[in-house]
């Protein structure tokens, strides 16, 4: 079991990937599939959470659509904006038990990460 926040799931998506196309050995292979299960599992909700909140917050027009910029990016009014980031960073803090066990630092040690890939790692790390 390991306790991580929303935050760090999120930031490690890329890393995750990366380390899902590594070629692994079969138990530490099996390990890394059953985190990365439960991490898309918190992901998912995570972004319908976000999707509900930016419902409740971005701009509509007389119609009732959102409101999107040019880059399909939605619009929130300054005040509506301010609410939906501290939301956000509200969600983004929430601790979470996460029924899996960590990575130990010498199942990767032979695989080749940047020092910022590893800092993306360390909430999964064990040594």
């Given at each position: 079991m390991m306790k991580v926040t929303l935050k760090d799931i999120v930031e490690s998506q890329e890393v995750m990937r990366t380390l899902s196309n590594k070629p692994l050995r079969g138990r530490v292979a099996f390990k890394v599939a059953r985190l990365l299960k439960k991490l898309e599992a918190e992901l998912t909700t995570f972004n319908d959470t976000r999707v509900k909140l930016i419902e409740s917050?971005?701009?509509?027009?007389?119609?009732?659509?959102?409101?999107?910029?040019?880059?399909?990016?939605?619009?929130?009014?300054?005040?509506?904006?301010?609410?939906?980031?501290?939301?956000?960073?509200?969600?983004?803090?929430?601790?979470?038990?996460?029924?899996?066990?960590?990575?130990?630092?010498d199942e990767i040690e032979d695989l080749d990460f940047t020092p910022a890939e590893m800092a993306a790692l360390e909430p999964f790390m064990d040594e």
């Open positions: 917050y971005a701009k509509k027009d007389e119609e009732g659509n959102y409101v999107t910029n040019d880059k399909n990016e939605y619009q929130f009014d300054q005040d509506n904006a301010n609410k939906f980031v501290e939301e956000i960073n509200k969600l983004l803090l929430e601790e979470l038990d996460v029924d899996a066990n960590p990575i130990l630092v």
